[in-house]
């Protein structure tokens, strides 16, 4: 069982950076790959970023601003977000997937999700 809790979202001005944490608990966090979506209201949610054991996959409308990074002895996922923008205001949520699955499609993480925490980002 893993258990995955987001911290370090907030409000910050267009341009800004913020670096949100994804914290996992369990013994098994090194076999499973993480990843994170988004959400905003009344839409789905949107993959974006994910990691396997250094390996990682972006979406178009992400790459180049987001970094997505792991530390297995620390359990912890990252999302580094640079030059934000007032469109990436929304919910952020980190989600895990064994990685024997996640290899076959990387923007398929489905086995745990954690609460979310969230972005804005004023203009």
């Known amino acids: 069982q893993v258990q995955l809790v987001e911290s370090g979202g907030g409000l910050v001005q267009a341009g800004a950076s913020l670096r949100l944490f994804c914290a996992a608990t369990g013994r098994t966090f090194s076999t499973y790959a993480m990843g994170w979506f988004r959400q905003t209201t009344g839409n789905e949610r949107e993959f974006f970023a994910s990691?396997?054991?250094?390996?990682?996959y972006y979406a178009d409308s992400v790459k180049g601003r987001f970094t997505i990074s792991r530390d297995s002895a620390k359990k912890t996922a990252y999302l580094q977000m640079n030059s934000l923008k007032p469109e990436d205001t929304a919910i952020y949520y980190c989600a895990a997937e064994s990685i024997t699955r996640w290899v076959v499609n990387p923007r398929v993480l489905n086995d745990y999700w954690g609460q979310g925490t969230q972005v804005t980002v004023s203009s």
């Open positions: 990691i396997g054991t250094t390996n990682t």
